[in-house]
């Protein structure tokens, strides 16, 4: 494999300068998810595409470190030859999705409730902070107490907190048998019961999705384990069942060409709420639910609130109320910024005005 | 001795607790003066037993009013002094809030105030099938406050994650009173990873008053094997095939000759003493994936050398099994008059090499070391044997401590897997991080808590410190691990 160069002094000294004159800059990756959230208040971009590489690999470990540059396919191809994985399946949106914006952004794909989320499975990093210091938390053990968990700070920070250079990632096995099943069903509230009911149980259960008409399960594990299950279970097996958990991680599915603002909501996953309009699909087992909704960002809040959740405008113009902070929370999240950059260089206004 | 807290401070702290919930006779306070690493002990001058969440808010606004630096306490079974009392500060103990708030089944969820026990939940969601997962040893006593503060793990965190796996939500109360809720139900929170920088954290950031945390269905099928080996270094390369080999045990502990004979005269659990080292593996779920798990670890077991394996007949069995592992650590309690216990974390590639090498220290220190450890998690947990009593035999203890946390480092690996900083493992932290890396933590610990006043002293070693440790960690030519193959 060519070993691509090491790009981190220049993004230091890029950073540095930056941190001299007081100059806001964006730090792009491969932009498949520019999208989310608003675009940074700045006039310089930093692009970080060119530091990538995978500068660690063992298998036996469980542990990959890659440049934060390094794109999610490539990744992915490399853990596949060993049989690995990021369980926490990631979506790429497109092919140009890397492995910094996954943690920076947070996102996790729909194995996130049965095997974790990509902070769960963030291990260590080294970053540039806004003072252009370089630093390295975390490390490539599993098990890693020594100091604050700054690694796992990162993910869902957008980059406020510091350019990722390298990120550590604990990998998993592929599972030996993969099997998707469905069932029609018509009503939202059978579907939430269902998908209680089997997560309540100790079922091989890797995904578990109701797109409004069919319930979809995928079970994954040793070939004997999937059949029982699958035997107990019943439905339909669905043999494309693979492109169907593709298209919903990517969000290709026919669900996310809406013109309206599509939501995320993560709420207990039990919850019954249907006073917000729009279409539904129900992942992570209820516990995450897309919505594509016409009605005002205020009242989708709200309602979301009082059901103990939270709402963000994952795509369209719904920008100015996207996203919503408790008074106290948005307080902290402004000191812990200033604790890496205090300049507010690096993304800024890339949650809201003044964060 | 008098009191180094203002009177009007004290006054007000029995005002808002009730005289019964203070305690400052120097006889009761002496409880609250270590945790389970007895050496480093400082008696608190006030200790506060708050039973409701107003009260702890009351009680923070009060400290940060009069400047008066507070620990937080939950059982005292922390290994690192994380709990050792500031000279001219309170204690506030959180085991009166021990109520279990709800268990939700639907959404398999327990919400819990700080002090309840670790098995309490796993007890109070039995009735539903469910279970906690992180199972730290000490989990009869220790409280879910203290594991979210030391994000601690256990037997089974290979498979199912440490405490940061498996809580959902917190809320905390921060030195100014304030009460933040962080994470969410729905198993994300937009912003920062605020929550899992919370956990392990040390009650340096806050007060966890609440917490939600994650419960799973109890597995149906359970078994464990027994596994002999004639060298420590083949136990460890075990391991790594394992692992290597796509398998995911529940649970892989190693145990060397000296722990296993310490055991087996402990709880006769029928360990093959002449073994210089076993493994416990144990593989849950449906019956039929446990059946391939254990056919398949059998074969890589049996390629790695193993003289003997055993596969538990039944439950009982596989207590006995567990039995000894979990007596280890008293068992050796009843050898040696004192032990401390370690806690580095190490590529498991590396595990054959580095108990070998502390097999060396061990004898040029003159002072005996037993291994049990979290082999999955290459989380090893060498127990070093010396006597207080005898003079000097706790500054060696200290020092072979010192040098296989140093080897941890060297080799890749952690300071810490499980049990924290707190004020044991200041000096190796220097060791760990950088200047710019320490200067980083101290500026987080500023976002939370301006005034250094929570737990102060703990985890984040001044950079004169470092230097009078005479160690500080430099990047070796500013890439880690320059040492390792690029891929
Ligand atoms: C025999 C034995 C076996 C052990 N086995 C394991 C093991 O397998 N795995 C493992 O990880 N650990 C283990 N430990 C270590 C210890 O039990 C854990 O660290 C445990 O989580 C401490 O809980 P505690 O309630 O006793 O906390 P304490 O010791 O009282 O406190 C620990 C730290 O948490 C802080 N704290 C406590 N409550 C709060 C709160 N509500 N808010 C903020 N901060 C708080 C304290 O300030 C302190 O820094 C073991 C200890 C013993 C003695």
Redesign the interface.
Known sequence: ?I?DQ?L?LNLQSRVERAFQDRTPITISGGGSKAFFGLPAAADETLDVTGHR???????????VTARAGTLLKTLDKVLEEQ?QMLAFEPPCFNDQATVGGTVAC?F?GPR??FT??V??FVLGC?II?GKS?????G????????????A??????LG??GVLL?VSLRV??IP?TEMTLCYRVSQVSRALEMM?HW??????ISALVYDGTILHVRLS?????I???AHQLGGDLDLDGRLFWAGLRDHRLDFFKTSENLWR???????QMSKISGQYLLD?GG??RWLSSPEPAARIHQIVREH???A?CFRGAEKNDW?R??P??LN??K??R???DPCSILNPHR?TTGL | MPSLLNKYFVEQCKTLLGKDNIITDPEALRVYECDALVALRSLPQLVALPETLEQVQALLRLCYRYKVPVVARGAGTGLAGGVLPAPDGIVIGLSRMQQILAIDPLNRTARVQPGVRNLAISEAAKAYGLYYAPDPSSQIACTIGGNIAENSGGVHCLKYGLTVHNVLEINMVTVEGELLTLGGSGLAAPGYGLLALAIGSEGLLGIVVEATVRLLPCPPCTQVLLVAFDSVEQAGNAVAAIVAGGLIPAGLELMDNAAIRVTEAFVHANYPVEAEAILLCEFDGLFEQVETDIVMAQSILTASGASEIRIARDTNERKLFWAGRKAAFPAVGRISADYYCMDGTIPRKHLAEVLRRISEFSRELDLQVVNVFHAGDGNLHPLILYDAGKPGDYDKAEKLGGQILELCVQVGGTITGEHGVGMEKLNYMCVQFSAAELGQFERLKTAFDANNLLNPGKVIPSLHRCAEFGRMHVHGGRMSHPDLERF
Do not use: C
């Open positions: 494999m070993i090491d981190s590489g995978i500068v660690y690999y063992e298998p036996s470990e469980l542990v049989g947070g996790s996130r409730p974790g989320s902070s769960d080294s902070n210091e370089y630093l390295r938390f490390g490539r053990v599993m098990k890693n107490v020594a100091g604050f968990d700054v796992r700070l990162m993910t869902g920070a406020q907190l390298e998993m096995p030996e209680q997560q309540g149980q100790s079922w091989p594990g040793a070939e004997a384990a059949k029982k299950a909501i993560n709420i207990p996953p039990a919850t992570w516990a995450q103990n959740g939270h963000v996203i902070f408790d106290g929370l902290l999240h000191k812990v200033y604790a890496f949650f």
